[in-house]
């Protein structure tokens, strides 16, 4: 096993992604920085369980990428892709808290992240953006 990030580091996305495969951590990205810094992950898990994936403030890392390259392709297309985007365009995660919870599998290490704000997130969608033709 090796260390995981401290709750303070920024940490790219593709990084934690490879870190929850290869370490069987779970990784939760929060999109609401309220909600991530006043709510623990047992309790966001529980409340946000049966909402749809597209209005949950919180996803483990592989629903974000799911959800990610679902939205993704509905807007460029089949030959969209989240991963070559975030190699191209990387995105870091700040670590707000590690810790342990039971899950269906046992016992199993997590990391709670914040993501950057939706309007730093839609700037690289922006930089990104093809076939926008000027009025």
């Known amino acids: 096993m090796s260390e995981y ?3 303070g580091e920024n ?3 593709l990084v934690l992604r490879d870190l929850r495969i290869r370490e069987k951590i779970n ?3 929060y999109m609401d920085a309220e909600i991530a810094k006043t709510s623990t992950v047992e309790e966001d898990i529980k409340k946000y369980r049966f ?4 209005f949950r403030p919180v996803l483990e890392i592989e629903d974000w990428f799911k959800n990610m390259q679902k939205q993704m ?3 460029a297309g089949p030959s969209a892709n989240v991963e070559q985007m975030l190699k191209e365009q990387p995105l870091s995660a700040e670590i707000l808290d590690t810790g342990v919870l ?3 599998v046992g016992l199993r290490p997590y990391l709670k ?3 950057p704000f939706l309007d730093e997130m839609e700037e690289i969608e922006v930089r ?3 076939g926008i033709k000027n009025q």
């Open 113 to 115: 992240c914040l993501l």
């Open 27 to 29: 990784v939760y990205l």
């Open 128 to 130: 990104q953006a093809t």
């Open 5 to 7: 990030p401290a709750p």
């Open 11 to 13: 940490v790219d996305l």
């Open 51 to 54: 909402t749809d994936m597209d």
């Open 73 to 75: 392709k509905q807007i």
């Open 102 to 104: 039971e899950t269906p």
